[in-house]
């Protein structure tokens, strides 16, 4: 059984930044695609970022420049690095994994981890 827990949500002013965190309870960060997921309250699920195996990532057009994916496979982590955060960016975030490590094949999500920027 793999879980994914996420941590580093919280509030902040405009300007500010947060640092989330995906930890896996288990290893696999080997063979993966790594996503962050935002939902705000009455829109639909966004995929923010992306990264895989090999390191190669994806960004929504309205946080290139400001965010950054990149995973710690020693740690079973995925972290999601937000500067210059922007009211539009309140949303819940979501961590997703699809592991193609034999053993833990699968798709993965995180309970999600509130993130609230406002002054």
């Known amino acids: 059984q793999v879980q994914l827990v996420e941590t580093g949500g919280g509030l902040v002013q405009p300007g500010g930044s947060l640092r989330l965190s995906c930890a896996a309870s288990?290893?696999?960060?080997?063979?993966?695609?790594a996503s962050w997921y935002r939902q705000a309250p009455g829109k639909q699920r966004e995929l923010v970022a992306r990264?895989?195996?090999?390191?190669?990532?994806d960004y929504a057009d309205s946080v290139k420049g400001r965010f950054t994916i990149s995973s710690d496979i020693d740690k079973n982590t995925v972290y999601l690095q937000m500067n210059s955060l922007k009211p539009d960016d309140t949303a819940v975030y979501h961590c997703n994994v699809f592991s193609l490590v034999p053993g833990v094949l699968g798709n993965y999500w995180g309970q999600g981890t509130q993130v609230t920027v406002s002054s």
């Open positions: 990264i895989r195996s090999g390191g190669g990532t």
């Open positions: 288990v290893s696999i960060f080997s063979n993966y695609v």
